[in-house]
């Protein structure tokens, strides 16, 4: 009897684990943040293809999404098991990949897009680098630690050597791009600069006042990956099919903007409730170095620099040791 009841305890166990693995397939919540960047994630939502892909392998899928502004607060609730997947520039993804290795394994999923960003100002004086003094006020999402702030770092360590790769930082003001662009195109702040990305650089752009300092491609040798998604190695496993699903939409969603822009344009709009012309946001779409594509580009380039600066304790080998291995496939660096 004590062999039989530990026997129904086995299986009753086994059957409670199978009941709750069951349970998790079929369930994924997305964190996007606000902006073109995502129209990927757009594309995934407003045309269903998660739900599309999970039927094709006899599973239904609820998907839920959210919208979260700022790389902080999206890894929070990645490792707080409150969402599935989140998305970041390239090197918040880094960061938490870097800090979590052994413990919760979080890489990247895909690729966003490649898409630069550009830093710009309405400071006449201001051409380069060099140019910018302790007056003038830096503009980006999460000063010290974000997309913008980490490229500016690497470019700052070619510059001025790598012992002052943080130059910038004291100069440096943490605020969303909607108001940076706002504060910029008025004029009259202490924001005179701005590390921008699309569509704000576009409209900030069209004032006579601002101009161009460098572009993010400039620093990565190339056009480069912006923004990444990224999860646990928890949910990569457990969730064998409702990952496949979710990686063969962003394929098909890439493919979607590359044969229509113009619906593209639309999707975005719709989704994102914008207020911008669809001319504009067609002209970002169609504009030559903007690539939404769900392969990495250069990468490994943040993943090496931000090594060398100390920013990242472990080396990675390659793109491949950061990115689940279902993206191997594509082309990638």
Same mark, same amino acid.
């Given at each position: 009897m004590p062999f039989q009841t530990t026997l129904r305890r086995l299986a009753l166990a086994a059957a409670l684990l199978a009941g709750a693995a069951a349970h998790a397939e079929g369930r994924i919540s997305i964190a996007q943040q606000f902006?073109?960047? *995502?129209?990927?994630?757009?594309?995934?939502?407003?045309?269903?293809?998660?739900?599309?892909?999970?039927?094709?392998?006899?599973?239904?899928i609820q998907v839920e999404w959210s919208q979260i502004s700022g790389a902080t607060a999206m890894n929070e609730a990645l490792l707080a098991g409150s969402l599935d997947v989140v998305s970041a520039g390239v090197p918040p993804m880094l960061t938490l990949w870097d800090r979590t290795r052994g413990r919760q394994n979080v890489k990247a999923v895909?690729?966003?897009?490649?898409?630069?960003? *550009?830093l710009i100002t309405n400071n006449p004086k201001v051409r380069t680098l060099k140019d910018l003094g302790e007056k003038d006020r830096i503009a980006v999402p999460a000063a010290g630690t974000g997309f913008q702030s980490r490229t500016l770092q690497i470019e700052t360590a070619r510059v001025f050597g790598r012992d002052d790769f943080k130059r910038f930082d004291t100069i440096s003001v943490s605020l969303p791009h909607p108001e940076a662009t706002a504060a910029l195109v008025a004029g009259g702040s202490e924001i005179n600069t701005h590390f921008s990305s699309a569509p704000f650089y576009y409209q900030a752009l069209e004032n006579p006042r601002v101009h161009k300092v460098l572009s993010s491609y400039d620093i990565l040798?190339?056009?480069?990956?912006f923004n990444v998604l990224y999860t646990t190695q928890k949910f990569h496993d457990e969730n064998p099919k409702t990952y496949k699903a979710f990686y063969a939409a962003l394929l098909e969603a890439a493919q979607v903007i590359r044969a229509d822009r113009q619906k593209a344009a639309d999707v975005f709009i719709r989704v994102q409730k914008s207020r911008l012309s669809r001319e504009l946001v067609r002209r970002i779409i169609e504009d030559p170095e903007n690539d939404f594509t769900a392969s990495p580009h250069r990468t490994f380039v943040y993943a090496d620099e931000l090594h060398k600066l100390g920013v990242l304790k472990n080396r990675a080998g390659s793109w491949k040791d950061y990115f689940f291995?279902?993206?191997?496939a594509q082309p990638g660096s």
């Open positions: 902006g073109i960047g *995502y129209l990927i994630l757009d594309v995934v939502q407003d045309q269903k293809l998660i739900e599309k892909h999970g039927r094709a392998q006899g599973l239904d895909a690729a966003l897009g490649s898409l630069p960003n *550009y040798g190339g056009p480069a990956t291995e279902e993206a191997h």
